[in-house]
């Protein structure tokens, strides 16, 4: 029983986030460029970021740990056919799973971290498996402009996915410095563009998106972790300014600069699932409570949560994010309806913007 969690557990990115010396001698494996205050020549890094775990606190999660079960199955009560397009002010977000959204606002319509595997793992036999069904099916979708991509993790990057996408819609990818070599080796073809921590790529007149770090890493496999970068996003759109995170522990002063750099987003889209045991998940994913932390921080009108219910890729039981994310809310005085845990195919719409 021991060896097939631990076999479940290593097809999943955490893979990376083992310090074995052959990683870290080795040459980046996707990008070169100078160094700078996140890069150091081989492997991005954020300033103040701890070192990565050690092989024995992998081992010793995998060793110890007593996951909560799930079921084999937890259907969402909801599924999205959305329109072909938002035009204007209107902004609508569909949660698609995990972490895959639908962004439509401006006439735009944007995908983020498009998933829709049957496993968040390199290997189709093992590694965790979907719950539930994507809640836009690939038939449904809007045409696509851009697919934006926070970072390698296979839970955030589905190869085959991203295939179908932009064979289909010829959207553009954009993503973090690195990730279009990842993206050419696997035979993705059409535009992909990428962009450093602090840039800006303009997508129309009325949307940009503004490349922003969070406290996380990257990896593929064993021996390229942190040789690509990762990135929040922050949404320049005539609804407001949308901040999505892909995944990030909690970390200041990332979320109050924010704020200051763009002011109060209307809507945050934050992770809030895969953050048990805290002794190990806390460098790299943050839980309901911190969550709502980034929320105050960066002073979001509104939130999201994402990263839960879909995969099972830590300890946690599959409905305690969103019952934590409600008592974190309560505790603070403030209104659940402010924050809310989504499900696949459940959507979050804003009025236009005055």
């Not at 492997?43 to 103040?48: H, T």
């Not at 595997?117 to 290997?123: D, G």
């Not at 009325?206 to 990762?230: C, I, M, Y």
Request: glycine fraction near 8%; include cysteine.
């Amino acid at each position: 029983m021991k060896r097939r969690t631990l076999l479940a557990t290593l097809s999943l990115p955490v893979l990376g986030a083992l310090g074995w010396s052959r990683a870290a001698r080795a040459a980046n494996s996707y990008y070169s460029g100078p160094v700078s205050d996140h890069f150091d020549g081989t492997r991005f890094f954020l300033p103040g970021q701890p070192w990565d775990k050690p092989a024995t606190e992998v081992l010793r999660w995998n060793l110890t740990r007593k996951p909560e079960p799930w079921p084999a199955r937890f259907p969402s009560p909801f599924a999205d056919r959305p329109p072909r397009r938002i035009e204007g002010r209107g902004l609508r977000v569909t949660l698609i799973g995990h972490a895959s959204f639908l962004i439509q606002t401006g006439g735009m319509n944007l995908l983020i971290d498009p998933v829709y595997a049957e496993r968040a793992s390199p290997f189709r036999f093992v590694g965790p498996r979907r719950v539930n069904e994507p809640g836009i099916a690939l038939a449904d979708l809007p045409p696509i402009d851009a697919i934006l991509l926070t970072h390698n993790h296979y839970d955030h990057m589905d190869m085959a996915a991203l295939k179908a996408l932009t064979e289909a819609h010829a959207a553009p990818i954009i993503a973090p410095l690195g990730n279009d070599a990842i993206l050419r080796a696997a035979g993705i073809g059409g535009r992909i563009e990428t962009r450093d921590w602090g840039e800006r790529l303009v997508l129309s007149d009325t949307l940009a998106v503004n490349f922003e770090p969070s406290k996380h890493w990257s990896a593929r496999g064993l021996f390229d972790r942190r040789h690509a970068l990762w990135s929040a996003f922050v949404l320049e759109t005539p609804a407001g300014i949308v901040y999505h995170i892909g995944d990030t522990a909690y970390h200041q002063p990332l979320f109050m600069a924010v704020r200051e750099k763009y002011g109060p987003p209307r809507l945050a889209i934050l992770p809030i699932g895969a953050y048990e045991p805290r002794w190990f998940m806390s460098a790299q994913h943050v839980n309901p409570a911190e969550s709502v932390d980034i929320l105050l921080d960066c002073g979001a009108e509104a939130a999201v949560g994402h990263h839960w219910g879909t995969f099972q890729l830590t300890d946690e039981a599959i409905e305690e994010p969103a019952r934590a994310l409600s008592a974190a809310m309560l505790a603070r005085g403030l209104s659940e309806e402010r924050f809310r845990a989504l499900r696949p195919g459940e959507v979050w719409q804003a009025p236009p913007a005055v």
